[in-house]
């Protein structure tokens, strides 16, 4: 990660390096902590931030469902994370809010503690790889479970439920495969370690539902609304894990994967092996918005 100049933290624009917390800040022992990834876009007609106001709307349901109130409004939420853009001079970037408890007391009731708000931006890549967007990734299915909806609520972008990620993520690593592709309590498809998942079949378009233990994506939205315009069969419901190795495409959706195209998983070949038509339907939709700033549903917030 390469360091900007400032970060926004609980209302003011400080030093990248002074914004720092106390090590018995409840959120290290405890995984008390709220966060969104979003994207400011260099297009063609400027840069812009994609899918502002969702995410901020996102992080207050997140920590609303811990009993939290954020301290700032979606507004003041908004025109900080356009401050801090600016301030460090990016024409691109990858944005974290992140709200948190702070230091206080130790113990699992959190409710005397602080909450703390932060925003910082860097230089941000392709998240799965140069190539995954053009030829796809590797998958292996997770020996993980996600997590049931009565023990850890999915909806909520939550620091503590990416422990659950890690695992995934690393067991797939190690195994030489880019990404993890986890089932939920019933053994049923549910979404990659930070990513939703889609699956088409015949041309018909299939994801997983909240009740899968998904989180509520915010690309995933937008996929399923291109995918309604360009008038692609939409189906949402529970997947069986054997339906994907039938597919004919697969890929994932996330703020940093984008559209990433899966080509294999547990070593068995999607479809063709490569991006299929709907895919790239999609894809295309996507960078139109992006890359290209043709953006007809005010999706993009300009700086």
């Known amino acids: 990660m390469k360091k900007t100049?400032?970060?926004?933290?609980?209302?003011?624009?400080?030093?990248?390096?002074?914004?720092?917390?106390?090590?018995?800040?409840h959120v290290v022992h405890y995984g008390s902590s709220w966060f969104e990834g979003i994207r400011c876009y260099k297009t063609k007609r400027g840069s812009a931030v994609f899918q502002l106001i969702p995410h901020l709307e996102r992080l207050v349901d997140s920590a609303k469902i811990y009993r939290t109130t954020v301290p700032y409004s979606i507004d003041e939420l908004s025109n900080a994370t356009l401050e801090v853009i600016r301030a460090n001079n990016l024409e691109s970037c990858y944005i974290r809010p992140v709200v948190y408890r702070g230091f206080y007391e130790l113990g699992v009731n959190p409710l005397r503690c602080p909450i703390e708000t932060v925003i910082a931006t860097w230089e941000w890549g392709h998240y799965l790889g140069v190539d995954s967007i053009k030829n796809g990734i590797d998958v292996m299915t997770s020996s993980w479970r996600r997590f049931a909806g009565s023990t850890i609520p999915a909806m909520a972008k939550a620091g503590g439920n990416y422990i659950n990620a890690q695992l995934i993520k690393m067991e797939a690593l190690e195994n030489g495969y880019a990404e993890g592709l986890v089932l939920d309590g019933h053994g049923n498809i549910s979404e990659g370690s930070g990513e939703n998942i889609f699956i088409v079949k015949?041309?018909?378009?299939?994801?997983?539902?909240?009740?899968?233990?998904?989180?509520?994506?915010?690309?995933?939205?937008?996929?399923?609304?291109?995918?309604?315009?360009?008038?692609?069969?939409?189906?949402?419901?529970?997947?069986?894990?054997?339906?994907?190795?039938?597919?004919?495409?697969?890929?994932f959706t996330g703020t940093a994967a984008e559209i990433t195209p899966v080509k294999t998983i547990d070593k068995i070949s999607i479809g063709t092996g490569k991006p299929g038509a709907i895919t790239m339907l999609l894809q295309d939709r996507f960078y139109r918005i992006t890359r290209d700033g043709i953006d007809e549903h005010n999706w993009l917030t300009w700086l």
């Open 5 to 25: 100049d400032y970060i926004w933290m609980n209302g003011s624009l400080i030093e990248w390096d002074k914004a720092t917390i106390h090590v018995l800040s």
């Open 202 to 251: 015949d041309g018909i378009l299939y994801t997983p539902p909240l009740a899968s233990g998904v989180l509520y994506g915010i690309t995933r939205g937008v996929v399923l609304r291109l995918a309604e315009e360009e008038e692609v069969d939409i189906r949402e419901q529970v997947i069986p894990r054997e339906f994907i190795y039938t597919a004919d495409e697969v890929f």
